[in-house]
């Protein structure tokens, strides 16, 4: 489980209201309208970043990971090349925490964008890969 990072920005608040990109509230509103108002199974809040996991209610199998860098004002959907389809649970995510070190990560979000993959293992502290070829990091919208 877990392996490559994918990083796919989402959401971009630079260009709203203090209110909105400016505020926890504001941005974790606009994120639950974007991903359809799942429910928040579990968060981490620092300076820089909050990391959030939403599940679908019905569904505790469907759990997403998402990154809101307070500085750039951007929601970044984390994704990994796991081949766990179907979404993550909230066992998965305290294993993501706990036994990959990716509070690591996000306590620095302005690593996310960046041109290296992430690759998380259970065990290790995240790892850069350099060199590869497919950039798995996406431009924001």
């Excluded at 359809?36 to 679908?56: D, G, N, R, S, Y």
């Excluded at 996000?106 to 964008?113: D, K």
Aim: hydrophobic share 45%.
């Amino acid at each position: 489980m877990f392996g490559k990072m994918n990083v796919i920005p989402i959401v971009d608040l630079r260009h709203t209201p203090e209110e909105v990109g400016g505020s926890v509230d504001g941005a974790v509103a606009r994120l639950l309208d974007v991903t359809e108002h799942p429910t928040i199974a579990k968060w981490v809040q620092f300076p820089k970043a909050l990391f959030v996991f939403l599940v679908v209610p019905a569904d505790p199998e469907s759990g997403a990971f998402y990154i809101y860098d307070r500085r750039a004002r951007i929601w970044f959907w984390v994704d990994f090349d796991d081949e766990n389809f179907g979404g993550y649970t909230v066992s998965d995510f305290d294993r993501l925490v706990r036994e990959c070190r990716f509070l690591d990560i996000v306590e620095r979000p302005q690593l996310l964008p960046s041109q290296e993959c992430w690759v998380l293992q259970t065990g290790l502290r995240p790892q850069r890969n350099v060199g590869v070829a497919d950039v798995a990091v996406k431009q924001p919208a």
